[in-house]
C-alpha cells in the first residue's frame, strides 16, 4: 500500500529527523524507503511537504505511530495522513517519476 503524510512546510526538518533518525533499527524508514517532496513538486499546497512511502500492512502501523509522535510546539500534531484523492495524486507523480528514471537508465545501458 501507498502511504501519504502531510507536513507543514515550516516543519520539514523535523520530519527529516524523524524519518532519518535509527536508520539501523527494525523497523525503520530508511529500511522501507521514503520520499519527501515540497507541494510545489507533486502539484498540491505548496504551503506542506509530503512524504511517500510503500508499506506492508505491519510497517504502515509502525509509520502511523511514529509519525502521530511528530508534534509542534503548540502540542498539535503535524503529520497528517493526506486524503485518498491526495494520496493518489502523489503516488501518481512519484510513480511517474520512477518510470521517467527506469527509461532513462535503458537509455544510458541499453
Known amino acids: 500500500m ?3 503524510f502531510e507536513v507543514p512546510s515550516a516543519s520539514k526538518a523535523k520530519l527529516v529527523a524523524l524519518l532519518e533518525a535509527d536508520p539501523y533499527g527494525k ?18 499546497d505548496k504551503e506542506k511537504c509530503y512524504v511517500f512511502m510503500r508499506a506492508t500492512d ?3 502501523v509502525y ?3 511514529k509519525l502521530k509522535g511528530l508534534v509542534g510546539a503548540d502540542g498539535k500534531e ?3 495522513e493526506s486524503k485518498p484523492e491526495v494520496a493518489a495524486a502523489i503516488s501518481k507523480v ?3 517519476e520512477e518510470n521517467n528514471a527506469e527509461v532513462g537508465f535503458g ?4
Open 63 to 65: 509509520a502511523r505511530e
Open 2 to 4: 501507498n502511504l501519504v
Open 107 to 110: 537509455a544510458i545501458f541499453g
Open 58 to 60: 505491519e510497517f504502515a
Open 94 to 96: 512519484i510513480e511517474e
Open 27 to 44: 523497523p525503520c524508514f530508511s529500511r522501507n524507503g521514503y520520499k519527501v517532496k515540497d507541494g510545489v513538486q507533486v502539484s498540491q
Open 78 to 80: 503535524l503529520a497528517v
